[in-house]
């Protein structure tokens, strides 16, 4: 068995071709601003991994979509971070629709739309804000005859420049003067939706990760999904699967982009064989890791405590992330270093699996009261 045979056979079978039509294209280009990764993912079916088989989609178990991610992110770390909101966004769109979206203009029609047209999807909701949490509403709406205007900004939202369709939290009204939380899936060419360059790096420019606005886009009401009071619980129980989700799609994803790294190291026999054995342990546990949590969502472990689990599976796994990530590059050594930009960019890379909300520092206080008896509050 060789190193993530299994990660590449698995997306393979899932995803034909699309490994080695990522590999034929030089990695500076995939990881470009205008590099055709996303393109390739997307002609290749990538796009329904995650969609249910009963809206025409592949319906990958978390199993098989960790694996893929992986795979992905040692191929075109890019690619896998813009794909992890999308596949966060497939999740999220039809598990609300699923839930709350009768009587509304989310019906099986549009959803079917996005398998057959291989849509992509991209997520405006609060990730990247500061003391804000990950599902908060980022827009809000503004009641006007015949329905709302929707005003607000999510930066930064990748996918920006090959979205099709948008989903976001959106702030609603109450005659009381509260607001609360709906849901809504926007086409990207809604008049009043415009991009706008917000990613000043070149690590990771091929996520697309843009400022996207919202000024004064109107919708109907039957486009906004707002789930009753009674079905509270049902979705906070939405919001934490969704969570859950998410941080095994951002492992997964980082831990492809060290794992590319560690391959480096073994197949050029780089170091001492302790050194590459310690080196590959390391990355394995992490990927260990990933795929239990993935197997805890194929259990349906994903209350209160499955949400707990998620979390400390996630910061365990940018730990080790960040211990493979520099013993790799130590072990490639300096040649490597400075003969290719690949070594320094898939290092740099790997660095912002800790960016990714929640962050390990705002998360800490909630998990030292979920350890004391109390319920887990993501802030």
């Not at 019906?107 to 739309?113: A, G």
């Not at 050594?333 to 003969?339: E, K, N, R």
């Not at 520092?361 to 030292?368: I, K, V, Y």
Request: glycine letters at 8%; charged letters at 20%.
């Amino acid at each position: 068995m060789e190193f993530m045979q299994v990660d590449r056979e698995t997306c393979e079978s899932l995803i034909p071709g699309l490994l080695g039509a990522l590999s034929d294209v030089p990695f500076t280009e995939l990881e470009s601003e205008s590099g055709p990764a996303i393109g390739i993912f997307r002609d290749h079916g990538g796009s329904n991994l995650l969609v249910p088989a009963a809206f025409g989609g592949q319906d990958a178990t978390a199993l098989q979509a960790a694996r893929v991610v992986r795979a992905l992110g040692a191929v075109a770390p890019s690619l896998s971070v813009a794909t992890a909101m999308h596949h966060f966004s497939i999740g999220t769109l039809f598990g609300v629709a699923d839930t709350f979206a009768a009587g509304t203009d989310l019906d099986d029609m549009l959803l079917k739309r996005v398998a057959a047209e291989r849509l992509l999807v991209c997520s405006a909701f609060a990730e990247g804000r500061t003391n804000q949490g990950i599902l908060t509403p980022t827009m809000q709406a503004r009641p006007v005859d015949g329905g709302y205007l929707l005003t607000g900004s999510k930066k930064p939202c990748s996918l920006s420049r090959s979205m099709d369709l948008i989903t976001a939290s959106v702030g609603m009204p109450q005659p009381d003067g509260s607001s609360e939380m709906g849901f809504l899936i926007l086409p990207a060419d809604t008049p009043g939706i415009s991009i706008h360059p917000f990613w000043n790096t070149p690590v990771l420019v091929g996520a697309e990760s843009n400022e996207l606005r919202l000024d004064d886009v109107f919708v109907t009401g039957r486009q906004i999904l707002q789930p009753p009071a009674e079905l509270a619980e049902a979705l906070s129980e939405l919001q934490e699967v969704g969570l859950i989700w998410f941080q095994m799609i951002v492992c997964a994803a980082y831990t492809g982009m060290a794992s590319s790294l560690v391959d480096r190291v073994l197949r050029r026999g780089r170091g001492a064989p302790a050194d590459r054995a310690q080196l590959a342990m390391t990355i394995e546990t992490a990927a260990h890791l990933t795929e239990g949590l993935a197997r805890r969502v194929m259990d349906d472990d994903t209350d209160n405590d499955g949400l707990a689990a998620a979390l400390v599976s996630r910061f365990a796994v940018q730990r080790l992330i960040a211990e493979a990530t520099a013993q790799a590059v130590e072990l490639l050594g300096g040649m490597a270093f400075i003969s290719s930009s690949d070594v320094a960019y898939l290092a740099a890379a790997t660095r912002a699996i800790a960016f990714h909300p929640p962050s390990r520092t705002s998360t800490l206080d909630g998990l030292l009261d979920y350890w004391t008896g109390q319920p887990l509050v993501v802030a």
